[in-house]
Each structure stands twice: as structure tokens, then as C-alpha cells.
């Protein structure tokens, strides 16, 4: 069976896929890979050599000089314009955050205007434990109820931004009902599927198989693998028509655990893509796929 006649492609290109990049993060930080960037300018350089490399799209948490997080609407208009000037990437704004006031994390997107931004689709605990040391490095509760997500929904509709739902487990694919049943979302659908993450969907391929079935047949979708998961999530998310996301944020390493930046991660996985007989969309391919204005 080709690529094109799996039901698995759903809306998505089967010859054809729309590889992200997540250049930044949150939390992480240079003391654990020096690659991050932090200012607008590095932020939009890292996005211009991504795009040269075969992505499509740049997800983008922004930073201030010293590299914490920041909210803050004219760092984001800065990063957009910086981006704008080097390249035509489709710009995707992060929303997500603890402890951050929604309207803080709508603010930015309604008055930059990013293609794209980002839209946790439900409550989790969210933690990370480390086998060497046999402790957890930390152990939060993300909270997305239906109430913020609603807001999000109708701020990004009257901005014209498409949101990217963001599902870290099955009842996050099933929370986006409701909404569709009071016309709140509408078709195309934009799903990722992130695995990995300590209180979300375990990171393996039958789980990112049984993610997929959940999906509207007219959905696009793209796998988003923690740490050195990603790798083989990345090939299996490509030999079943979907697309993939890879960067820093989400993993620093190449399959043989080198150290990378986020051009060299995408270039792997424009390799991988090539290895199913897929080409990487340019970002104009990427519009028209997803169909954005």
C-alpha cells in the first residue's frame, strides 16, 4: 500500500510534507545546549537557515536577552519583523504557559497576527523525572480549562489565526467536539500530536497510530516527539503521510546523539522525508495544504 492510500494521510499531503520548527522553547535553556536562541535577531536567523534546511514553519516562544520566557507583545512584533525581513516561513506563535494570565498569552497574538498560533487543548500534570538521579526535575499542573481555551478559539478567529490544537493525550483530541458541535472550531483542523511528555500519551508508535484514528478525516496533523523519542516518531509519522515537528525545543540531538542545531534537526528530517519518498513543502505548499489565507 502506498503512502496516498492510507487513511492515516487524512488532510494532510501524502508526497508532500510541511516539516515544523520549534526554535526556542520555554524552558529550556543555553546551559543545556548553547544553540537556543534568545534575541529576536537570532531567533529569526535560526527560522531563515531552518527554512533553507526544508521547513516550512517556525514555532516561536520568545525569550528575553538573558533567556527567560516573556509575554511581552513588542518582543513578539520584533521577532515577527525580524523573521519577515530574512524569509517567508509561516510564522507560529506559542500561547502556552503556567501560571502566565490568558489574556497576556492572547494579547500578542491579536496584535502581531502570526499565520499560526499555538492552542493547548486540555489540563494535564506535566513533569519530568530523571532515572539517573531517581527524582523528579520538576512536577507542575498545566491547566488549559474549557473556559480559556474558548477564549483562545474566538480571539484567534477574530485575529485570523489559525490555531494549531495541541494534544498531549487522546481527551485533548476529544475536547475539540464541543467546540466543533457549537461551531467554535471550524473545519480545516490543525493537530499536533505531542508524545512524550511525563502526564501525557506515552511516546510510541502505536500510540501515535491510535492518535491518528481519532482524527477528523479532513484534519492536518503532525507528530511532535520529546527528547530522543522524536526520532522514531518522525519516521513513522512520515511513512503514514503525516507531518513532523523537530527543533530545540524539543530535542537537542541528532540519532546518533550529537548535538545539533535546529537547521541540522531539520535537514535530518528532510533526509527522512526523502527516504519515504517525500518532499519537504515549501512554505507557500505549506499554505495550501492547510489552507490558509
Known amino acids: 500500500m502506498t503512502i496516498r492510500e492510507q487513511e492515516s494521510v487524512k488532510g494532510n499531503d501524502?508526497?508532500?510534507?510541511?516539516i515544523s520548527a520549534a526554535l526556542t522553547g520555554a524552558l529550556t535553556t543555553r546551559d543545556q545546549c548553547e544553540e537556543i536562541p534568545y534575541t529576536p535577531a537570532e531567533i529569526a536567523e535560526d527560522a531563515a537557515a531552518a527554512r533553507e534546511a526544508g521547513a516550512a514553519i517556525a514555532h516561536i516562544h520568545a525569550r528575553t536577552e538573558n533567556g527567560s520566557p516573556t509575554f511581552d507583545t513588542?518582543?513578539?512584533?520584533?521577532?515577527?519583523?525580524?523573521?519577515?525581513?530574512?524569509?517567508?516561513?509561516?510564522?507560529?506563535?506559542s500561547t502556552g504557559a503556567l501560571d502566565v494570565p490568558p489574556e497576556e498569552r492572547i494579547e500578542y497574538v491579536e496584535e502581531v497576527g502570526p499565520e499560526i498560533a499555538a492552542l493547548n487543548m486540555g489540563s494535564m500534570n506535566y513533569a519530568k523525572y530523571s532515572d539517573s538521579r531517581d527524582e523528579f526535575v520538576f512536577d507542575m499542573v498545566f491547566e488549559n480549562p474549557f473556559d480559556e481555551i474558548r477564549r483562545f478559539v474566538t480571539a484567534m478567529e477574530e485575529a485570523g489565526v489559525r490555531p494549531e490544537l495541541e494534544c498531549f493525550d487522546t481527551g485533548h483530541v476529544g475536547n475539540t467536539r464541543p467546540l466543533l458541535?457549537?461551531?467554535e472550531l471550524t473545519h480545516p483542523l490543525q493537530f499536533s500530536l505531542i508524545m512524550g511528555v511525563l502526564g501525557g500519551i506515552p511516546?510510541?508508535?502505536?500510540?501515535?497510530a491510535h492518535q491518528v484514528r481519532q482524527l477528523p478525516a479532513s484534519a492536518n496533523w503532525q507528530v511532535i516527539g520529546i527528547s530522543r523519542d522524536q526520532w522514531p516518531l518522525v519516521a513513522a509519522a512520515l511513512s503514514m503521510g503525516g507531518n513532523v515537528r523537530v527543533g530545540l525545543e524539543d530535542n537537542f540531538y541528532l540519532p546518533d546523539g550529537e548535538m545539533a542545531t535546529n537547521a541540522e534537526l531539520v535537514a535530518h528530517?528532510?533526509?527522512?522525508?526523502?527516504s519515504v519518498g517525500r518532499e519537504p513543502a515549501t512554505p507557500d505548499e505549506a499554505?495550501?495544504?492547510?489552507?490558509?489565507?
Open 14 to 18: 501524502p508526497d508532500r510534507t510541511i
Open 269 to 274: 528530517a528532510a533526509t527522512l522525508a526523502d
Open 287 to 293: 499554505r495550501a495544504i492547510m489552507g490558509l489565507d
Open 181 to 183: 458541535e457549537q461551531s
Open 203 to 208: 511516546a510510541t508508535v502505536e500510540n501515535l
Open 74 to 93: 513588542d518582543v513578539y512584533r520584533e521577532i515577527h519583523d525580524e523573521i519577515r525581513e530574512r524569509t517567508d516561513i509561516v510564522i507560529n506563535f
